[in-house]
T-cell receptor
């Protein structure tokens, strides 16, 4: 268990509303990632962070923003949710220092439904 | 260049049989190839991984075969068990590129008793 907590675990919202998903880690890992999982697409990277206040885009970043003000927290925000953003969102972390094997550790996911 | 293609999409195997899942990649800069296992309602978890300096890696009943020239790698599950029923994802990354993983589309494995 890599000590990753995602909240909320389930959320139903309406089109056009803002949504923030939170990822909290207790392992002091340097790297944090947000992926979305959709049938037939596997896991696709939305945004990632390589340190406090250091973030970059992934392959499906349109409509999403992120922030990392502390090592342990990585927030994913949908400024105006759309039905195409209905998905399961996973946070992951990676050590990023001596001893890093390349392994990503995943949270248990946040299921978002946009009506 | 960034794609990882995985097949088959779904697989049904009898208990005791061999499960084989295949992946192909395009980016020759990839140097880390893990397989993740995911049970319903859970996040993916690392199962086994390989780097391109070896052609095969075995951990218990799980083996990765790697063909660098063909840009392909596969997961073999020997003596498949009902508890192996899960979704399997292959992935690839360039370890010098912040370690972000590019995942395949996933394979849902069902092992029948």
């Amino acid at each position: 268990d890599a000590g990753i907590t995602q909240s909320p675990r389930h959320k139903v919202t309406e089109t056009g509303t803002p949504v923030t998903l939170r990822c909290h880690q207790t392992e002091n890992h340097r790297y944090m990632y947000w992926y979305r999982q959709d049938p037939g697409h596997g896991l696709r990277l939305i945004h990632y962070s390589y340190g406090v206040k250091d973030t970059d885009k992934g392959e499906v970043s349109d409509g999403y923003s992120v922030s990392r003000s502390k090592t342990e927290d990585f927030l994913l925000t949908l400024e105006s949710a759309t039905s195409s953003q209905t998905s399961v969102y996973f946070c992951a972390t990676k050590l990023g220092s001596s001893g890093d094997t390349g392994e990503l550790f995943f949270g248990e996911g946040s299921r978002l439904t946009v009506l | 260049q960034q794609q990882v293609k995985q097949s088959p999409q779904s697989l049904i195997v009898q208990k005791g049989g061999i499960s084989i899942i295949n992946c192909a990649y395009e980016n020759t800069a990839f140097d880390y190839f893990p397989w993740y296992q995911q049970f319903p309602g859970k996040g993916p978890a690392l199962l086994i991984a390989i780097r391109p300096d070896v052609s095969e890696k075995k951990e218990g009943r799980f083996t990765i075969s790697f063909n660098k020239s063909a840009k392909q790698f596969s997961l073999h599950i020997m003596d498949s068990q009902p508890g192996d029923s899960a979704t399997y994802f292959c992935a690839a990354s360039n370890s010098g590129n912040t370690g972000k993983l590019i995942f395949g589309q996933g394979t849902t494995l069902q092992v029948k008793p």
